[in-house]
């Protein structure tokens, strides 16, 4: 239960619930949740352990009303699906099957009415920036506007905080905005312009951490030569003769070196065949879920002689996470990395919880002055 005077958030699209770990570190206390699918939610109740004490609701948010949500929300944070907004997907902006639970999210809002949280946090793929010309976007900032939420648009990359490369786009909407800082910040690329005609905000914030440059060893599970999960030679020559011309002159390079070194690779289609493609550095892909073959992220384990190849195990995206210590036991492969590949990375969500959002909930920030 909060205590006294804690902020309190509602979790929209919550899935394994990285969000909370996020979040809770800064202060709210994660009141209500709610995902469609099952595996997550058994995820993050194995992990939480506190069923009872907190709501889950199970099903889809079209079906959810203002009246299932608790009173005096402080926050409400949607990580609403990216599939159709993502340059992997078919890009169907926000009219598409999945994104379009956008809308269902702001009808709830509409119905809490004066009851809506001060504080409505959105997250998503930097594709919905540019998704059809901009104009999801700006419908969106739109909504918000009607909603009675002025709007903070910025990006914000886990490789910041976690070796792996993950940029996002947040929209931070409040009803009583804080002052507008004209200074550049990495966090407001230059790409990311606005229409005059919406109703935003540039919240005075901190310089996030630099970009990482090392870091996946370091993440790796160390596994006996011996383990299964190693790829048998056969299948191992199969990925290595996929490999373009300098595609496998760095990884021969790697291969001679004196120490193991790691690194990952997702295979790819090029000209109608598959292959694969390592990453140069010490810096993991973006994490997707596992659904696909081509969504899977291998390790590959170079030097001294060797190549190694396996799929990059649970406990590692865990780390990649920032949520190394999440609760894995008994859990499938695949319903791991499914929870996992979607889901938003924990030291991200409580960098700008800690920095904005609940300073913003608590009235701690500079307010736009009224006009």
Same mark, same amino acid.
């Not at 005059?196 to 790796?220: E, F, M, N």
């Not at 996992?340 to 913003?360: K, T």
């Given at each position: 239960?909060?205590?006294?005077?804690?902020?309190?958030? /509602?979790? #929209?699209?919550?899935?394994?619930?990285?969000?909370?770990?996020?979040?809770?570190?800064?202060?709210?206390?994660?009141?209500?949740?709610?995902?469609?699918?099952?595996?997550?939610?058994?995820?993050?109740?194995?992990? #939480?352990?506190?069923?009872?004490?907190?709501?889950?609701?199970?099903?889809?948010?079209?079906?959810?009303?203002?009246?299932?949500?608790?009173?005096? %929300?402080?926050?409400?944070?949607?990580?609403?699906?990216?599939?159709?907004?993502?340059?992997?997907?078919?890009?169907?902006?926000?009219?598409?099957?999945?994104?379009?639970?956008?809308?269902?999210?702001?009808?709830?809002?509409?119905?809490?009415?004066?009851?809506?949280?001060?504080?409505?946090?959105?997250?998503?793929?930097?594709?919905?920036? *540019?998704?059809?010309?901009?104009?999801?976007?700006?419908?969106?900032?739109?909504?918000?506007?009607?909603?009675?939420?002025?709007?903070?648009?910025?990006?914000?990359?886990?490789? @910041? #905080?976690?070796?792996?490369?993950?940029?996002?786009?947040?929209?931070?909407?409040?009803?009583?905005?804080?002052?507008?800082?004209?200074?550049?910040?990495?966090?407001?690329?230059?790409?990311?312009?606005?229409?005059?005609?919406?109703?935003?905000?540039?919240?005075?914030?901190?310089?996030?951490?630099? %970009?990482?440059?090392?870091?996946?060893?370091?993440?790796? +599970?160390?596994?006996?030569?011996?383990?299964?999960?190693?790829?048998?030679?056969?299948?191992?020559?199969?990925?290595?003769?996929?490999?373009?011309?300098?595609?496998?002159?760095?990884? *021969?390079?790697?291969?001679?070196?004196?120490?193991?070194?790691?690194? *990952?690779?997702?295979?790819?289609?090029?000209?109608?065949?598959?292959?694969? +493609?390592?990453?140069?550095?010490?810096?993991?892909?973006?994490? @997707?879920?596992?659904?696909?073959?081509?969504?899977?992220?291998?390790?590959?384990?170079?030097?001294?002689?060797?190549?190694?190849?396996?799929?990059?195990?649970?406990? +590692?995206?865990?780390?990649?996470?920032?949520?190394?210590?999440?609760?894995?036991?008994?859990?499938?492969?695949?319903?791991?990395? #499914?929870?996992?590949?979607?889901?938003?990375?924990?030291?991200?969500?409580?960098?700008?919880?800690?920095?904005?959002?609940?300073?913003? /909930?608590?009235?701690?920030?500079?307010?736009?002055?009224?006009?």
């Amino acid at each position: 239960m909060p205590e006294p005077g804690q902020p309190t958030a /509602a979790e #929209f699209f919550a899935g394994i619930g990285l969000v909370r770990l996020g979040l809770e570190p800064a202060g709210f206390d994660v009141a209500w949740s709610n995902d469609i699918e099952p595996a997550k939610q058994a995820m993050y109740e194995a992990h #939480f352990n506190d069923r009872g004490a907190r709501e889950y609701v199970l099903g889809d948010v079209a079906a959810l009303r203002g009246t299932d949500l608790p009173a005096g %929300l402080s926050l409400a944070w949607a990580s609403f699906p990216c599939t159709d907004l993502s340059l992997a997907g078919w890009r169907r902006g926000l009219a598409g099957s999945h994104s379009s639970t956008f809308w269902e999210f702001t009808r709830i809002l509409d119905e809490l009415g004066p009851d809506r949280p001060p504080v409505v946090a959105l997250e998503n793929v930097v594709g919905l920036a *540019t998704s059809h010309g901009g104009d999801d976007l700006r419908a969106a900032i739109r909504e918000l506007n009607r909603l009675g939420y002025s709007a903070d648009v910025l990006t914000l990359d886990a490789r @910041r #905080f976690v070796p792996q490369s993950r940029p996002r786009l947040f929209i931070v909407g409040a009803q009583n905005p804080p002052s507008d800082s004209p200074a550049p910040s990495p966090l407001r690329p230059p790409w990311l312009a606005l229409d005059p005609s919406l109703r935003t905000h540039r919240a005075a914030l901190p310089a996030p951490p630099p %970009l990482l440059v090392t870091g996946l060893s370091a993440a790796v +599970e160390r596994l006996s030569a011996d383990d299964e999960r190693w790829w048998n030679p056969p299948r191992t020559s199969g990925f290595i003769g996929s490999l373009s011309p300098l595609q496998l002159e760095r990884l *021969t390079q790697l291969q001679a070196g004196k120490k193991l070194v790691y690194r *990952t690779a997702y295979r790819r289609t090029r000209n109608g065949k598959p292959v694969w +493609e390592v990453r140069p550095d010490d810096i993991s892909g973006c994490l @997707r879920t596992a659904r696909g073959g081509s969504s899977k992220q291998a390790v590959v384990q170079a030097g001294r002689g060797s190549v190694r190849v396996r799929w990059m195990t649970p406990r +590692e995206y865990a780390r990649l996470m920032g949520a190394g210590k999440y609760a894995l036991d008994g859990l499938r492969n695949n319903q791991a990395l #499914f929870g996992f590949g979607d889901a938003v990375c924990v030291p991200v969500v409580r960098w700008l919880s800690e920095n904005y959002l609940m300073p913003l /909930a608590r009235g701690e920030m500079s307010l736009e002055a009224a006009g």
